[in-house]
C-alpha cells in the first residue's frame, strides 16, 4: 500500500514537472508562433546570416522578365504573326493580364506584410483572452496540488503545446514556399484560363 502511494507520488511529480518545464518552455515560444506559421524567415535572420530579402529581388526580377518575355511572345505570336492562340480575342485581354501580373508581383509583399500584422493582432486577442496571461502558466501549474490524474492532463496538454509548436513550422516552411511561387503563379494571368494562378 505505501509503495503504491510512493509509485503514484513519483509519477505524478514527474509528470507535474516534465508538464511545467514543457508550459514553461512554451512561455517563451508562443508568441512566435504565428510568425512560424505566416512569416518563418524572420527566425532563419536569427538562426544565420540568412536573408531572405535577397532570395525575394532575385525571384521577382526572374518573375517579373519572365512575364515580360511571355507578353512579348504572345503578342507576336497571336497578333502579328497568327500562329498561336485565337486572334479573334482582344489584344486588349492580354494587356488587362499584363497589368493584373504585374501588380500582383509588385505588391504582393507588402499585402502579405499587412495580412500577417492584422492576423498577429487577431491571434494576440484571442490568445490572452483564452488562456489569460501566458507567462503565469508555468508558475499556476507548479502550485496545483499534483494527484496523478492532474498531473497526467497537463502532460498531455504539454506535448499537444509541443506537438502544436512543430506543426506551425512545416506550414510556415509550406506558406514561404507558396510565397516564393506567387510571382511565378501570376505569370499564367497572361492567359484566358490563368493557368497555375
Do not use: H
Not at 6 to 21: K, M, W
Amino acid at each position: 500500500m505505501v509503495v503504491g502511494v510512493l509509485i503514484a507520488t513519483a509519477i505524478s511529480f514527474l509528470f507535474g514537472y516534465i508538464a511545467q518545464a514543457i508550459f514553461t518552455w512554451f512561455n517563451g515560444v508562443y508568441d512566435v508562433l504565428f510568425w512560424n506559421a505566416f512569416a518563418i524567415e524572420i527566425n532563419f535572420r536569427g538562426l544565420s546570416n540568412f536573408s531572405i530579402s535577397g532570395l525575394y529581388n532575385a525571384i521577382y526580377g526572374f518573375a517579373i522578365a519572365i512575364l515580360i518575355l511571355c507578353f512579348v511572345k504572345k503578342m507576336i505570336e497571336v497578333y502579328m504573326a497568327w500562329s498561336n492562340g485565337d486572334p479573334e480575342v482582344s489584344p486588349l485581354t492580354v494587356v488587362v493580364g499584363f497589368v493584373k501580373a504585374m501588380i500582383i508581383m509588385i505588391c504582393f509583399g507588402f499585402i502579405y506584410t499587412q495580412f500577417a500584422w492584422i492576423c498577429y493582432d487577431l491571434y494576440q486577442s484571442i490568445f490572452m483572452g483564452m488562456l489569460g496571461n501566458v507567462q503565469t502558466m508555468g508558475v499556476t501549474i507548479g502550485n496545483v496540488a499534483w494527484n496523478i490524474l492532474g498531473a497526467f492532463f497537463y502532460l498531455i496538454i504539454a506535448i499537444y503545446m509541443v506537438l502544436i509548436y512543430f506543426q506551425t513550422i512545416t506550414r510556415g516552411i509550406e506558406m514561404l514556399i507558396l510565397r516564393l511561387a506567387i510571382p511565378f503563379a501570376c505569370i499564367g494571368l497572361l492567359n484566358s484560363d490563368r493557368r497555375s494562378f
